[in-house]
Structure formats: C-alpha cells, structure tokens
C-alpha cells in the first residue's frame, strides 16, 4: 500500500522529512483501518497560487483552499468493493493554508488532517449536506485518533 508523496517546489522548504514521512505513515495506518491496505493514493504538498490554479480549473473557485482531492474512481464509501487494491487518486494539499488554519496548532497536525480528509473524499464521502458531512466527519476523526504503528 504505497503512498506517493509529491512535493512541488513552492512547499519543498516548508515540510520537514520527518513530517512527510508522517503523512505517509498516517495515510497508510488509514488504509490499513479501512481493510484496503492493498489499495494506493498520491499526496502532494503544494503552495496557494498552484492549488488556486487547480481549485478554479476543476471546481470553478477561483481562490486558493487547504485540499483537494482528485478520485480516479467514484467510490461510494469504504466499503465499495471497487475501492480495493486500485489506486484511489490524488490528494493536494496547500501547504501555505495550512499553515495559515494551524493558527498556534502544530503544522504537522493539520496537514495530517487535511490528508484524512482527503482520503475521505477519495472514498467518495462528502460533507454538503449535514447527514453527509455527520457520517464523513465521524470516519475522519476515528481514522485520525489511530496509533501510528509501533505506538503503546
């Protein structure tokens, strides 16, 4: 269950090794919960001025956002058969506005976040409506208060 991770050159400084290594490890614990550990994503850690590019081109918001997420299947949530053993798509994640939403937070908690959340949309969970968004939210925070492996 590999994560590829992608860090375009307006974040390279920004992210620390360790803390991308952490964003893979807590993406694949994610997929591990989710019983699709042979199942595959793509981050990437990007600035505001490319992840705006991409916000306005495929959603028609022409203003810089925290993440997107580009599924290369629709999925309709963790348990559609489809969802196993494929590459699931790309997460982007603006490294810029999180920083910005980590407001006294660790930067790496919130990137975390925004990976889970991610991953969440992969799956084809959404949060528009407030019975979608109860049922995402719910998946995000169980999949995020997972230990890391080799955690006590």
Request: glycine share 8%.
């Amino acid at each position: 269950m590999p994560i590829d991770l992608l860090v375009r050159a307006g974040a390279r400084g920004a992210v620390p090794l360790a803390t991308r290594r952490a964003l893979k490890v807590r993406l694949r614990v994610a997929l591990r919960a989710l019983g699709r550990t042979r199942s595959t994503a793509t981050l990437v850690l990007t600035d505001d001025a490319e992840i705006r590019v991409l916000n306005r081109d495929f959603r028609k918001h022409d203003r810089a956002t925290d993440v997107l997420s580009f599924h290369l299947q629709e999925l309709r949530g963790t348990d559609d058969p489809a969802g196993d053993g494929v590459q699931l798509g790309d997460i982007v994640i603006s490294v810029e506005t999180a920083r910005r939403r980590a407001a006294g937070k660790r930067l790496r908690t919130e990137l975390e976040r925004l990976a889970v959340h991610g991953l969440c949309h992969l799956f084809g969970h959404d949060h528009k409506r407030r019975a979608q968004a109860q049922v995402m939210f719910a998946l995000e925070r169980r999949l995020r208060r997972l230990p890391p492996p080799g955690a006590p």
